[in-house]
């Protein structure tokens, strides 16, 4: 475990703080965890060692958990209003757009939550389970979503919420994984009406649409 | 590009590359790229420096590529006889039931080709190239099938058996990452299944099985 904690910040400190996570977030995006070391940190976001370790006494490890949290709210950002209330089938197909227009507009990076998984996994477990309640998390919003729809007989009553939220959450991840070496949206795209396609193979005959 | 190529070996060579190539698949599979270095390569498989250089002239790069083509080979593996004649509803099952029997036997540490190529990406293009011609040729066996099955009816006419696969690819690699996170072998069961129902919902409703 970490023991050192971000100290107490005034609001420029904090501002100083987010502007850094934010830098070394597209460096690690662009080179890894592995391929990024605290030096690049500072010749790319121009800090002293000292004001590093100021924002950051918890070395690399704490601002990794900084970027995972920073990257992990972009992606949540990116899928709101609709990723809170998947209850309609409407809000799946808002959600499904959503997300291929947030990621469609980005350089094809991958998910910048997900690749941190297989880096971190045997490097810095703190870190990596930190990164894997992020995509729970974020899976648990596809789950209540399920569930409420199951409730209100939009799935059957013999569907699994929690395994077709794993599943549909699967083929957003490596859809992801697949946009980055393809340098292409389509296997997102193709993955995400898969998923749907499977979602609603889950309905009641009566109300497929 | 690398411009140094491995040397014509003797058969003694041959073995000792091989060996190296295997136990430092092991510890990237562990650590990462990044995270390993040619000396933790040299001290995990007991090689002097200028016997990786002989091994390996073209450096990191180079057995990196190797590494990947290794793990490749190994999954693909994994996956016969079934990859190279998904023409049936039987075979598609029998597939699963082998990728699920291969990684549920392994330390649940992802896709050893996927997790490459977001490591590589930025920091090794021409790995990460080599990764991606890779994962196109996995998706390519099931690329193959479902566009036998669709010439042979099992398939409707209108289906894309191009986006489906790169659909169920995306599910296995996504699994795969998830099972990581999670270490269970759920997501990728979950993936697999909800992959499944899809290919069957693009089958003719006479044929569906």
Redesign the interface.
């Known amino acids: 475990m970490t023991t050192a904690t971000a100290p107490r910040l005034t609001a420029k400190g904090a501002a100083t703080r987010a502007r850094i996570v934010a830098a070394a977030a597209d460096l690690v ?7 990024t070391s605290l030096d690049d940190v500072r010749a790319g976001t121009l800090t002293s060692k000292s004001q590093l370790f100021h924002y950051f006494p918890g070395g690399k490890t704490e601002l990794v958990m900084a970027i995972a949290a920073y990257q992990f709210e972009r992606v949540l950002q990116a899928q709101r209003p609709y990723l809170e209330s998947l209850d309609t089938w409407a809000a799946w197909d808002g959600w499904r757009d959503a997300l291929l227009a947030h990621y469609g507009s980005q350089p094809h ?2 998910c910048p939550v ?2 941190l ?3 971190l ?3 810095d477990p703190v870190a990596a389970a930190q ?2 309640g992020h ?2 998390s974020w899976c648990g919003h596809l789950r209540d979503g399920l569930r409420r729809m199951r409730d209100s007989g939009l799935l059957r009553p013999d569907a699994d919420p929690d ?2 939220a ?13 946009t ?3 340098r292409s949206i ?3 795209s ?2 995400l ?3 749907l ?2 979602l609603h ?1 889950a309905a009641p005959v009566t109300t497929r649409s």
């Open positions: 995006l662009a080179r890894g965890v592995g391929g990076w991958g997900g690749t998984v297989s880096e996994t045997g490097t990164v894997a995509l729970d395994r077709l794993l599943a549909v959450f699967a083929s957003v991840q490596g859809g992801l994984l697949l980055q070496a393809t389509e296997p997102l193709a993955a009406d898969a998923a396609t499977a193979a």
